[in-house]
Nanobody
Framework: VQLQASGGGLVQPGGSLRLSCAAS????????IGWFRQAPGKEREGVSCISVSDGNTYYTDSVKGRFTITRDNASDTVYLRMSSLKPEDTAVYYCAADGPWPGCGLLPQEYDYWGQGTQVTVSS
């Protein structure tokens, strides 16, 4: 069971990035998937998640209206589209899988499998 996060990089404030989380060794069909981030000196924070059972999505308040999480079960990939990026979005972003479980949440301790992280830097 492996998750591979990718798509990070350096972007100017106001810019956009799309992160990808690809699964290998298992199918995402039965797992809630979450995106988390961790900035230097800060705790890991839940950013967004998407459930399996009903496709519901959840976002932490600071990213609502700017980030969008989607999943493509055919390719076992979950995406996080990030727009209107701000310097405070700078962090290492991780994807994680919870399950097999139909729902999802924004607490790191709920998740069983983690990807390696991808760096997002928002700076002019």
């Amino acid at each position: 069971v492996q998750l591979q996060a990718s798509g990070g990089g350096l972007v100017q404030p106001g810019g956009s990035l799309r992160l990808s989380c690809a699964a290998s060794g298992f199918t995402l069909d039965y797992y809630g998937i979450g995106w988390f981030r961790q900035a230097p000196g800060k705790e890991r924070e839940g950013v967004s998640c998407i459930s399996v059972s009903d496709g519901n999505t959840y976002y932490t308040d600071s990213v609502k209206g700017r980030f969008t999480i989607t999943r493509d079960n055919a390719s076992d990939t979950v995406y996080l589209r990030m727009s209107s990026l701000k310097p405070e979005d700078t962090a290492v972003y991780y994807c994680a899988a919870d399950g097999p479980w139909p729902g999802c949440g924004l607490l790191p301790q709920e998740y069983d499998y983690w990807g390696q992280g991808t760096q997002v830097t928002v700076s002019s």
